[in-house]
């Protein structure tokens, strides 16, 4: 398992919202099982998740963010005139010659 903030307060300490606890005769806690995954930040109370597990959306979100973040060019290389895709990195991925973005 590894719990993190959706809010990436940095917090370490998290709380499972659906947990079952054990206890003895005198109501001392012996043992607990998370019996569906649900987790909050102890910091923040933002919701946590568990990166070991991440969820399909939260998968599909974060991709989608990384593809926002990325900005993608056509740009038509100069030495091997080809249509290229750059991102970040100004460099033809076709014969590796410097773009310039028009
Ligand atoms: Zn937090
Ligand atoms: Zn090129």
Do not use: K, W
């Not at 993190?4 to 709380?15: E, M, T, V, Y």
């Not at 963010?65 to 750059?86: F, G, K, N, R, S």
């Amino acid at each position: 398992m590894q719990l993190a903030c959706s809010r990436r307060c940095g917090s370490g300490l998290f709380r499972a919202l659906f947990a079952e606890v054990d206890l003895d005769a005198s109501g001392d806690y012996q043992d607990h099982r998370v019996a569906q995954p649900g987790y909050v930040c102890l910091n923040c109370g933002a919701p946590a998740f568990d990166l070991g597990v991440v969820p399909e959306e939260m998968a599909d979100e974060a991709e989608e963010e990384a593809a926002a973040v990325m900005v993608m060019t056509d740009i038509l290389c100069p030495v091997c005139e080809t249509m290229v895709q750059v991102g970040d990195e100004m460099e033809c991925p076709n014969c590796g010659a410097p773009l310039e973005v028009a």
